[in-house]
């Protein structure tokens, strides 16, 4: 870690785009789920403790050395309904709501063939 005035830095100190999902507990509020370092690229896995996300809500990225931050879940909603589809398999149960929030309408719409 940086140090700025002997305070260490929690900002990244390497070039690397992060990805932090809020999730919903229901009754036990909201919060920012930790993933180890090497676990916060665009794949959407169980949490550090195994278990699955229980609501996720928003995906933000955010790259310290290039200055940026973004609300990046229209984007992985998306990658994730493109992945299911290309899998022929349905969307996991707890990932609806995020896809719903983020792109709507999730049937698959077929080309007419002319």
């Known amino acids: 870690m ?3 005035g002997g305070i260490p830095s929690i900002v990244p100190s390497i070039d690397q785009t992060v990805y932090l999902i ?3 507990f229901g009754p036990i509020g909201r919060a920012w789920r930790e993933a180890d370092l090497e676990a916060t690229d665009l794949e959407v896995h ?3 403790d195994g278990r ?4 996720p809500i928003r995906v933000i990225g955010f790259n310290t050395a290039e200055r940026w931050s973004e609300d990046v879940s229209e984007d992985v909603a998306r990658e994730i309904q493109r ?3 290309l899998q022929q398999t349905e969307v996991p149960a707890r990932l609806l709501g995020f896809i719903d ?3 709507g ?3 698959q719409l077929s080309l007419r063939l002319v």
């Open 105 to 107: 309408d999730r049937r």
């Open 22 to 24: 809020a999730d919903d």
């Open 101 to 103: 929030r983020h792109i």
């Open 52 to 55: 699955e996300y229980a609501d």
């Open 2 to 4: 940086r140090r700025t």
């Open 46 to 48: 169980p949490g550090p």
């Open 83 to 85: 992945r299911c589809d």
